[in-house]
């Protein structure tokens, strides 16, 4: 099934929601995406193809050990397209946090008492406590940079505030999973590079929604996980091959020393290599009918632009509808942000709010969402507030609904 539009026609939601088995068998509206989006049929095609197929370790001698090794080199440019970096700096693990502890306490090895880690309090936690408990194992020292809590936004002036010619590494989120506030990244990873720091940085919700471009964005190393954007349940790290070819993590000894392979411990869940080379796939087929059909990379640039588009238009009408509601209070405000919007309502728990909307089939859940430095901070404490996140196949019935369902629940 072909997925593509014309270059000047709206962007297709139907069709796109046709293709996600989860969607046409439930008729709720779903706002959850950003905890984990639903899975189109080439996804779970593909891997079950990878499972029907002979498998074995990976090899060039028999036609198991070649399937596994086709769907890793594969799974490898696909990412590398998807991020723009090269297929040899495509490192794949058990999940986004996982891949951030094992880089903290490889890079860990090289700091020292003196030495200073910058976190933001936008971040998910998944990219704060492993930074914070390697800098504490090392005798280095932490600091915080803060966010602006009326717009929701990390500006750079917040990190340059808090940098020192002793930072070794600021870690830093392209797009806040809890309110959407997307930082100006290239340019916090000026400023950390200028006192010879390293960048790091959490895609895993901006990669849903925006073009990821390692070096447009200017980071040194960078994470996303596949089942926020179509794809199955791991994680991906990248970075510059000089970094990562530089860095020496635990491992066995048998096991290869190559780039990437020494950064993936045991043997890779090929099946699940086999869905993320589909889910980029499917982005790329979401590409208006005038893009360079022979040229994924731009195929998925040209996708995620008319998805962009979509997006922004359903969130600013949710956007209206909280607005005729006096009682809410709407988290996300910045300037830039992805179609993810955190509220709360005077007098009434988030998780109540979130409880009675499911009472009309609207899943729009409550919580802060491990983004517990950014809730707090925001003054919503541990409890957050209710997040709307859009996805691609989001339409406006499922908009007509949320609004509907909020008049009813709100009054």
Not at 66 to 91: H, Q
Not at 103 to 108: E, G, M, Y
Not at 240 to 249: C, V
Not at 262 to 287: C, I, M, N, Q
Request: glycine content about 8%.
């Amino acid at each position: 099934m072909s997925l593509e539009t014309s270059l000047d026609a709206p962007f297709d939601a139907a069709a796109v929601r046709a293709a996600f088995p989860a969607l046409l068998a439930s008729d709720w509206a779903r706002f959850d995406a950003p905890g984990g989006t639903q899975t189109p049929a080439p996804v779970v095609e593909a891997i079950a193809e990878a499972l029907t197929r002979p498998l074995a370790n990976r090899g060039r001698l028999t036609e198991a050990q070649r399937n596994a090794d086709d769907v890793v080199a594969g799974a490898r440019r696909a990412m590398g397209d998807f991020l723009n970096t090269p297929a040899s700096t495509v490192v794949f693990g058990r999940s986004a946090t996982q891949l951030v502890y094992d880089l903290a306490r490889t890079l860990a090895k090289d700091w020292g008492p003196g030495d200073e880690v910058v976190v933001t309090r936008l971040d998910h936690d998944s990219n704060i406590r492993p930074w914070v408990q390697a800098a504490e194992a090392a005798g280095a020292t932490v600091r915080w940079a803060g966010f602006d809590t009326v717009t929701g936004e990390l500006r750079p002036e917040h990190v340059e505030a808090v940098l020192s010619p002793r930072t070794r590494l600021v870690a830093v989120t392209a797009a806040s999973n809890l309110n959407g506030a997307r930082p100006d990244v290239p340019a916090l990873a000026a400023l950390a590079h200028s006192v010879g720091a390293l960048l790091h940085v959490d895609a895993v919700h901006y990669a849903a929604h925006v073009t990821v471009d390692l070096p447009a964005l200017g980071a040194d190393t960078l994470v996303c996980s596949p089942y926020k954007f179509l794809g199955p349940h791991l994680g991906v790290l990248t970075g510059r091959a000089e970094l990562l070819e530089s860095l020496r993590p635990d491992k066995l000894l048998p096991s290869s020393d190559a780039v990437p392979e020494r950064f993936e411990l045991g043997t890779l869940p090929y099946e699940l290599l086999a869905g993320t080379r589909a889910a980029v796939d499917f982005w790329a087929s979401l590409a208006p009918a005038g893009a360079d059909g022979t040229d994924r990379r731009a195929r998925l640039v040209a996708a995620f632009a008319a998805v962009e588009h979509h997006e922004d238009r359903l969130r600013a009408r949710i956007e209206e509808g909280l607005a005729e509601h006096p009682g809410v209070t709407l988290h996300s405000r910045a300037g830039l942000r992805t179609s993810t919007l955190l509220f709360t309502v005077e007098g009434v728990e988030a998780a109540e709010v979130s409880r009675r909307l499911a009472d009309h089939r609207v899943d729009a859940p409550a919580s802060s969402f491990y983004a517990l430095e950014a809730s707090r901070h925001l003054g919503l404490g541990d409890a957050g507030g209710v997040r709307v996140g859009l996805a691609l196949y989001n339409d406006d019935a499922d908009v007509d609904r949320l609004l509907a369902a909020l008049r009813t629940v709100l009054g």
